[in-house]
């Protein structure tokens, strides 16, 4: 008999093992606080990743104070070169003035030499847009002095136009920059209040997975900061969608520029090679201009002034015995010319290049904020009695297939988002150590779906 009942118990553990029993409610606990475990490291590495997130642009803030004390040199400097051309160019004025009559004779003539010229050049080369470059080059000259033509280096109102340009593109870089830093800002101290109150929740005789992290004792003792951070706007598709209509934007500036740029222009090579558009060639000089840089400021058609003979004679106009463009007067105008010019290259340099250094920087932001942002939506959730992840139900589904393992339907709560309901492959038993972790990074990866920053 007692054969029998040994060889009956035997039976039973053979089929308790084939055919796996529900767990009970004492095994939904252990497998919950096995999931609860796993999760908390999931938190703490995203945590540390937000960590590793905030120090990046800790160290674009550093760059960023470098880049405005260049920039603020480099303005001052620009300011004071176009100053001095200023200057200079009324003292030419007034020398001019003495033979105003016989100069503005002569500039009435060069006028219409140098449209007809520019637009006889572009024509030869370019396919399209030569009556849009005559009227621009007619509009160009009717606001520019006779004897600013033969004036080496940029016109003043260029320059200037340039100088607002700069800024206006500063303010706006600036203002992106503003955004990035406070989104940042705003994913980190959330993160640190998740810490906090996930530290506050921690049991005491369990080991706390936090007691290595970076503690923020005062964000509950202290006002928080309000931030202006985009992340939440639901128009906002991640930091690196912020700079990249302003790259395009500032190479439109920097392009229309060109023709005076000659340093920054891109040349043919000596197959005839080009990167944009057609070449057209100066009569006069090595220069050249492509036929788009011409449309984007026809001003560059000033250079073909030997082209006309009326525009020479202003050169040496004789003014009651005084040439004013053969005088000191004219080399300190070009002078000064050429350092506003320099320092405005170089403004644009310094732009360019944080603005580039912003771009590539918002990419690593948004990698972070892909993988790691989700731990700072968890600051404003609750945390029930039963934790921050439960297990609510286990049933193995049935199979027409006797060979084919049953899967298993599970139903879970995380945070404190509603229920969820999903499926783990037959193979993996619910006393396997591996199915809690698997149920909890399913769980976790539909709730990162829903409130991912970046999308």
């Not at 520019?118 to 030569?130: A, D, P």
């Not at 190479?251 to 990167?275: A, C, H, L, Q, W």
């Not at 106009?317 to 350092?339: R, W």
Request: proline share 5%; net charge negative; with cysteine.
């Amino acid at each position: 008999m007692r054969v029998h009942w040994s060889f009956l118990g035997l039976s039973l553990l053979y089929i308790s093992a084939e055919c796996l029993l529900p767990p009970s409610n004492d095994d939904l606990q252990q497998i919950s606080q096995t999931g609860e475990k796993y999760l908390d490291k999931e938190i703490e590495n995203a945590i540390n990743g937000v960590k590793e997130m905030k120090a990046v642009m800790e160290k674009s803030e550093q760059d960023h104070k470098k880049f405005l004390s260049s920039l603020e040199e480099t303005k001052k400097q620009k300011e004071d070169a176009l100053k001095a051309a200023q200057d200079m160019e009324e003292k030419l004025a007034e020398e001019q003035r003495v033979c105003n009559d016989s100069m503005q004779a002569l500039w009435e003539e060069c006028k219409p030499c140098l449209k007809n010229t520019c637009i006889k050049y572009y024509s030869r080369t370019c396919s399209s847009g030569s009556g849009l470059v005559g009227r621009q080059l007619e509009e160009v000259l009717n606001r520019t002095s006779p004897f600013s033509i033969w004036i080496n280096g940029q016109n003043i109102e260029t320059l200037e136009k340039e100088d607002q340009q700069q800024s206006q593109h500063f303010q706006d870089l600036e203002k992106r920059y503003s955004e990035v830093a406070d989104g940042v800002d705003s994913i980190f101290m959330d993160s640190m209040r998740v810490f906090d109150h996930m530290h506050s929740f921690q049991p005491l005789h369990q080991p706390n997975p936090f007691s290595g992290l970076y503690r923020m004792p005062s964000i509950f003792s202290q006002p928080t900061r309000v931030y202006r951070s985009p992340v939440h706007d639901p128009e906002f598709h991640g930091f690196h969608s912020m700079f990249y209509p302003m790259m395009q934007r500032a190479r439109d500036i920097f392009e229309s520029f060109k023709p005076y740029m000659g340093s920054d222009m891109d040349f043919p090579t000596e197959d005839g090679n080009v990167n944009e558009d057609v070449i057209i060639t100066k009569p006069f000089g090595n220069d050249k201009m492509t036929c788009r840089e011409i449309r984007r400021n026809s001003a560059g058609c000033i250079k073909l002034r030997e082209e006309c003979e009326k525009c020479k004679e202003i050169q040496h106009i004789d003014c009651s015995g005084k040439k004013p463009l053969e005088g000191p007067l004219k080399e300190e105008l070009e002078k000064a010319l050429a350092m506003a010019e320099r320092f405005t290259q170089e403004y644009n340099r310094i732009l360019k290049h944080f603005e580039e250094e912003m771009f590539n920087t918002s990419k690593l932001l948004d990698t972070f904020s892909k993988q790691f942002g989700w731990v700072s939506s968890l600051a404003n959730r609750t945390q029930s009695d039963d934790g921050i992840f439960k297990i609510r139900a286990v049933i193995s589904k049935t199979t027409e297939d006797p060979e084919k393992q049953a899967d298993t339907k599970v139903s879970v709560k995380l945070f404190d988002e509603p229920e969820m309901t999903f499926t783990v492959p037959g193979d993996i038993p619910w006393n396997d150590p591996k199915f809690s972790e698997i149920v909890a990074q399913e769980a976790l990866d539909r709730y990162k779906q829903s409130t991912v920053v970046v999308k």
